[in-house]
Nanobody
């Protein structure tokens, strides 16, 4: 079992930036595949970004590609989501997730992950 705690959310104007952090509770985090998802009111949870255990492979939803960057620091057992050029449509609760084994094609689906954080709210005003 691993606990994940997100932080860094808040209110920002369109065009601004935020950096989300997700801290894990176990050192075995370094072997986990990590993902970020988001859920806006009235919508289903959607994939945002993912990163392999080494950080060597990253994946992004088309809607955030070029604006968001996912990274990790295994020494600090933390994964980050740098969000630039934010838009009102990025408003959502953002969740980090961990998979004990690489999810393969399921990396863009909630079912590909074993553990979830509680989420952090990101609100982008126009």
């Amino acid at each position: 079992q691993v606990q994940l705690v997100e932080s860094g959310g808040g209110l920002v104007q369109a065009g601004g930036s935020l950096r989300l952090s997700c801290a894990a509770s176990r050192r075995t985090f370094s072997s986990y595949y990590m993902g970020w998802f988001r859920q806006a009111p009235g919508k289903e949870r959607e994939f945002v970004a993912a990163i392999s255990w080494s950080g060597g492979n990253t994946y992004y939803a088309d809607s955030v590609k070029g604006r968001f960057t996912v990274s990790r620091d295994n020494a600090k057992i933390t994964v980050y989501l740098q969000m630039n050029s934010l838009k009102p449509e990025d408003t959502a609760v953002y969740y980090c997730a961990a998979a004990e084994t690489p999810p393969g094609s399921k990396r863009v689906r909630s079912q590909g992950y074993d553990y979830w954080g509680q989420g952090t709210q990101v609100t982008v005003s126009s």
